[in-house]
């Protein structure tokens, strides 16, 4: 299926762990983004990718770190984790860098809860 | 920057009766304007867009929006909604050479039978 898919769904971790979140898209676009989903479902932008190179970088702790290692991958890691950091983590991908013409495709989420 | 806001944080609606879900956005240059739907701990789908042409845009299900651009409004309606279409729907807007989304907080519609 072509699609966008992250793992893993659920994510349950102690204060201070470090922890990954992978993202792959098989749609052949060429930008990809995190997103942050609080708990009162507010939507924001963490980073964004396109061919690999880092083109939005939103106002984000430095534990978090983005990797893209090709166009169709991009994996989101997470140092000391907080309890703040829990919400539901969106990974989304575009046909295009001016992805307002077309919007995003989005994976499932992934729900970081941490203890 | 762009700004999305949409008034409602939750409708409650019948089943069969219609409803309005409210968006206005604020933007400098021309923009680019979405609505998606977020059923229960799911992804976010794209509902419909507006990118220009016709104010008027409709969905595959019955859903529709009105792009308002002297009042910056996109406000979605659908005149009888089913117990299926309970879910959170999103206001999104982009300019039109952008990258970036920008989100309104959500409105959560419930249906009741």
């Known amino acids: 299926d072509t699609a966008v898919s992250q793992t893993p769904k659920y994510l349950v971790t102690q204060m201070g762990n470090d922890k990954s979140i992978k993202c792959e898209q098989n749609?052949?676009?060429?930008?990809m983004y995190w997103y942050k989903q609080d708990s009162k479902k507010f939507l924001k932008i963490m980073f964004s990718y396109n061919n690999k190179e880092l083109i939005i970088n939103e106002t984000v702790p430095n534990r978090f770190s983005p990797k893209s290692p090709d166009k169709a991958h991009l994996n989101l890691h997470i140092n000391s984790l907080e309890l703040g950091d829990s919400a539901v983590y969106f990974c989304a991908s575009s046909q295009e860098v001016a992805a307002g013409s077309y919007g995003y495709t989005f994976g499932s989420g992934t729900r970081l809860t941490v203890v | 920057a762009q700004s999305v806001t949409q008034l409602d944080s939750q409708v409650p609606v019948f089943e069969e009766a219609p409803v309005e879900l409210r968006c206005n956005y604020s933007s400098s240059v021309s923009v680019y304007l979405f609505w998606y739907v977020q059923y229960p701990n799911q992804g976010l789908q794209l509902l419909l867009k507006y990118l220009s042409g016709s104010t008027l845009v409709e969905s595959i299900n019955g859903f529709e929006a009105e792009f308002n651009k002297s009042q910056t409004s996109f406000h979605l309606r659908k005149p009888s909604v089913h117990i299926s279409d309970t879910a959170e729907y999103f206001c999104a807007v982009s300019v039109a050479a952008g990258n970036k989304l920008t989100f309104g907080g959500g409105t959560r519609v419930l249906v009741k039978p």
């Open positions: 749609l052949g676009h060429d930008t």
